[in-house]
């Protein structure tokens, strides 16, 4: 395959403009909530993105009432090409407020720290944000100090809002059809949960969920989560010699006896799996404590419950009028399991990352994308970088450059799909 094709198309990016108008739409999402989309404010942004395809000439562009954005550019080849999906999600993560985000950019970047001037305490200082040594002479977008910024990822939705505004303002670059996918409430791991693979109607996927420029992720973790309950034993604390067990007491045992050089995220890297504890209430009667159980091997997972199990066990023969409930449920799979399947959608996505003239950085993500629950649901979906760092977080930031290069990145990839066809 030739590499270097198509290299000199020249794209007129609106990529900038658009991230900046999307930053300012507060679209967290909510964990605590049972409604999908779990915020309401969500579809102010599915709104305004589906004015703008419907603008650029893309007719069956709607959000649906589960706040999914659907939009199909139609194929302009003879050829039978796959249907490929663009996937990005457009909530914001509850760990840093989204409400009232003012971007900043930060023109020709040379090296300097970056000062927030809404709280001059949050400083980006290449020493500690390591990508930015490679973003001299770029322009990076901030927030101000007080939120997040939204660069996760509504960068991916620009870039993609990007492509699809030169597909519509170039027809003669030649393509199968291209389907559009906004998604509320991946933050809270519900992204895909309503999501209609028929009305999709695609063959394979691409998450726009990356960091680094030119990376592309084709392996997750496998994912489970594991609800204990103690039911401890309540007593009058004036009267509780030799009654009481407090569940309170008894899930900080449990906690405590977790290893702590392994399978802690504190301790682990590369390849390495974990246990890891998100949440706890307790009262003396009653202790919930949730976990997330991780692991590139699904078979894995069963091993660290086993352990977590064990620990608990342990613990529990001290406390003998006490009992547990110990609930597993599956959260999603490693979406290499599936890609291994399909191996060109991957190739494929590394060839368009060349051909935007960029070294390609083909790697694992520690976590999980919308694109591991697609694969599952019949959909292959590897990830691509849409240029976000330090997401969740007041020092989160993108370059324009990136955004731009996400955007040729999905413009080469269309075109790479319609030629082997």
């Known amino acids: 395959m030739n590499t270097t094709k198509l290299q000199k198309i020249k794209i007129q990016h609106t990529v900038k403009d658009r991230f ?62 796959p249907v490929i999906c663009f996937c990005s999600h457009m909530d914001t993560s509850p760990d840093s407020s989204g409400t009232g985000v003012k971007p ?35 322009d990076i977008i901030t927030a101000s100090g007080k939120t997040l910024l939204g660069a996760d990822n509504k960068s991916g939705v620009a870039a993609i809002m990007d ?9 003669n670059i030649k393509h199968g059809a291209i389907r559009i996918l906004f998604t509320p409430d991946e933050e809270v791991g519900k992204g895909v949960d309503k999501v209609d693979i028929e009305k999709l109607g695609a063959n394979f996927g691409y998450t726009i969920d990356g960091e680094t420029l030119g990376s592309m992720e084709d392996e997750t973790f496998s994912a489970d989560g594991v609800k204990l309950i103690v039911h401890g034993v309540s007593a009058h604390p004036g009267y509780a010699k030799g009654k009481m067990e407090n569940a309170i007491k008894i899930a900080s045992d449990i906690l405590h006896s977790l290893p702590k050089d392994t399978l802690t995220p504190e301790a682990v890297d590369g390849k390495e799996g974990f246990i890891h504890p998100v949440q706890m209430k307790a009262v003396g009667e009653k202790a919930e404590i949730d976990f997330i159980i991780r692991d590139f091997k699904t078979a894995m997972l069963k091993e660290h419950e086993d352990v977590l199990e064990g620990v608990v066990k342990d613990v529990m023969q001290n406390y003998p009028s006490s009992t547990y409930e110990f609930i597993v449920e599956e959260q999603y799979r490693n ?50 970088f849409a240029g976000e760092h330090d997401f969740h977080s007041k020092y989160e930031w993108v370059s324009v450059q990136d955004m731009e290069k996400s955007a040729e990145t999905i413009v080469h990839l269309c075109c790479i799909w319609e030629e082997n066809s």
Request: glycine share 6%; hydrophobic share 35%.
């Open 335 to 384: 979406m290499k399991e599936i890609l291994d399947l399909h191996p060109q959608v991957a190739d494929y996505a590394e060839v368009a990352i060349e051909r935007a003239g960029l070294k390609v950085k083909r790697g694992s993500i520690r976590g999980g994308t919308d694109g591991s629950r697609l694969s599952f649901m019949g959909l292959p979906c590897p990830n691509i």
């Open 104 to 138: 900043i950019v930060h023109k020709n970047y040379q090296g300097q720290d970056l000062v927030l001037p809404d709280d001059p305490s949050i400083v980006l200082k290449m020493q500690n944000h390591h990508d930015l040594q490679y973003q001299i002479g770029n």
């Open 163 to 171: 492509a699809a505004h030169f597909f519509m303002n170039n027809p």
């Open 20 to 81: 900046l108008r999307y930053v300012k739409i507060d679209t967290q999402s909510d964990p605590n909530s049972t409604s999908y989309p779990t915020t309401e404010k969500q579809k102010n942004l599915a709104k305004i993105l589906v004015e703008e395809l419907i603008e650029m000439g893309i007719k069956d562009a709607h959000f649906d009432k589960f706040g999914l954005v659907y939009a199909t550019i139609p194929s302009n080849t003879d050829k039978n090409v």
